[in-house]
């Protein structure tokens, strides 16, 4: 697990920050933090962005046919 404790300590900062959940995708090495306010996951971008160089804000949305 020490290997991987930089994963762990991302993952665990995201959900300090209000992230729902925060999950690796697939074998890595992202992380992706769920959240459920806008204004929650753009403070988490700007405070991670202090500690990363590649950090990203991005959004689903509902398609209507």
């Given at each position: 697990?020490k290997?991987?404790?930089?994963?762990?300590f991302?993952k665990?900062?995201?959900?300090?920050m209000?992230?729902?959940?925060?999950?690796?995708?697939?074998s890595?090495?992202?992380?992706?933090?769920l959240f459920?306010?806008?204004?929650?996951?753009?403070r988490?971008?700007?405070k991670?962005?202090?500690?990363?160089?590649?950090?990203f804000?991005?959004?689903s949305y509902?398609?209507s046919?």
């Amino acid at each position: 697990v020490k290997k991987y404790s930089e994963l762990k300590f991302i993952k665990d900062r995201l959900i300090d920050m209000g992230a729902m959940n925060a999950v690796m995708s697939g074998s890595g090495p992202a992380i992706i933090g769920l959240f459920k306010e806008r204004e929650a996951a753009d403070r988490a971008m700007t405070k991670m962005k202090k500690m990363y160089q590649q950090v990203f804000l991005v959004s689903s949305y509902v398609r209507s046919d």
